[in-house]
């Protein structure tokens, strides 16, 4: 990893990349380079590419985002913006 990989002004963590070969980290040190549109298309393909979720894997999901509105519905749970998601998840 280079010291300019980062996501938005926060740098990437060694081990959000320590899977990555070194091609796909070079990849990723241009792709973050690009405009936000142009990142976002990048984004969506290379998602497309993996291919779709298992009806398995996708049932999994839906059930899971249903318990979670379950419990934020009843109070068990509390939402936050996602700034202070992000920023919880990248102070890790």
């Known amino acids: 990893m280079t010291a300019s990989t980062q996501v938005g002004a926060t740098p ?6 320590a899977w ?17 549109q142009d990142r976002a ?5 290379l998602l497309d590419s993996v291919g ?3 009806d ?3 049932r999994a999901w839906i059930e899971e985002a249903k318990r979670r509105l ?4 009843q109070g068990q749970e509390q939402t936050v913006p996602w ?4 920023q919880r998840i990248f102070a890790r």
Do not use: C
């Open 70 to 73: 379950v419990e934020i519905d």
């Open 56 to 58: 398995q894997v996708e």
């Open 20 to 36: 990555m070969s070194s091609n796909a980290l070079r990849l990723l040190d241009e792709a973050l380079q690009l405009p936000a």
């Open 12 to 17: 990437l963590r060694s081990w959000q990349t």
């Open 41 to 45: 298309e990048l984004a969506l393909r």
């Open 83 to 86: 700034s202070e998601a992000r």
């Open 52 to 54: 779709e979720p298992t």
